[in-house]
């Protein structure tokens, strides 16, 4: 019987807040191993992790950062681990973090990565909310799993806050994009997606930002980009990559010659 059926729903809401909680538990637990052994190994055993986790039943803040969060509810630092000290020495895990920060500290035109794919994310909505399009994105991501009965822990736990602001705020408006961005990612996976989708002007605009994902540098000239989009197929006239340079703030190398050709 579908969710959607009445009879269902009401027999979802009948069920007590303890006894769905219960449920809850053992849905969780089912999911996690990582939780199964906390519960056993860890909160079991130490009294140091009872009183930690007894703060947070008392209603201390829960931090958003779900990594340092699980770290800390196992009693665990954020500094690098004896075994990994030992394993590569110190200063070679001083050089992974200096490659970590330098990764994301790239120049990519003048723009960080994280900056770039915000770019993409805007241009991959269009003219729908982009929150309900990553939303909806998600979702389909986790459709193509084929694991419609094991949806992400993460992806629930959004989905649940999500709905619950739209309806306590009375912001019709998302669920009404939402709808906008089912209708457009229908029946398509996320990684088939192409112009037809986003249209003309958006695509060759996401490809100009892929390119530059993997191929970072302070700045790019106009030949470099409008060659790569001719070798997708794209015709796009110069004048047009400028200024879709200038309006995102991506630097542009302006001397002059001609790209060299590649070998």
């Not at 201390?60 to 630092?77: H, I, N, T």
């Not at 035109?109 to 994310?121: C, T, Y």
């Amino acid at each position: 019987m579908s969710i959607f059926s009445p009879e269902r729903l009401q027999k979802a809401l009948s069920i007590e807040d303890k006894d769905a909680a219960m449920m809850e538990l053992v849905r969780l637990c089912r999911k996690s191993p990582h939780v199964r052994h906390w519960l056993k190994a860890e909160y079991a055993t130490s009294s140091e992790i009872q009183k930690l986790f007894d703060e947070y039943f008392r209603g201390k803040p829960v931090p958003e950062d779900g990594y340092r969060f699980a770290k800390v509810l196992s009693g665990q630092s954020d500094e690098p681990s004896k075994e990994l000290v030992n394993l590569i020495g110190k200063k070679g895990v001083e050089g992974v973090y200096r490659q970590i920060e330098r990764f994301q500290n790239q120049s990519y035109g003048g723009l960080k990565r994280s900056e770039i794919e915000a770019l993409m994310q805007q241009y991959q909505a269009g003219n729908i909310d982009l929150t309900a399009f990553l939303f909806v994105c998600e979702w389909k991501k986790e459709a193509a799993n084929g694991k419609s009965d094991e949806v992400s822990l993460t992806l629930q736990r959004v989905s649940l806050d999500l709905m619950a602001e739209t309806i306590h705020r009375d912001r019709a408006r998302l669920f009404n994009q939402i709808a906008k961005a089912i209708d457009l990612l229908e029946s398509k996976a996320v990684g088939q997606l192409g112009p037809e989708t986003y249209g003309s002007a958006s695509w060759w605009k996401l490809n100009v930002l892929l390119y530059l994902l993997g191929h970072p540098k302070e700045r790019y000239r106009t030949g470099e980009l409008r060659e790569h989009l001719r070798s997708l197929v794209l015709a796009v006239d110069a004048k047009e990559i400028r200024e879709f340079c200038k309006l995102h703030g991506i630097q542009r190398d302006e001397r002059r010659g001609r790209i060299p050709k590649k070998t």
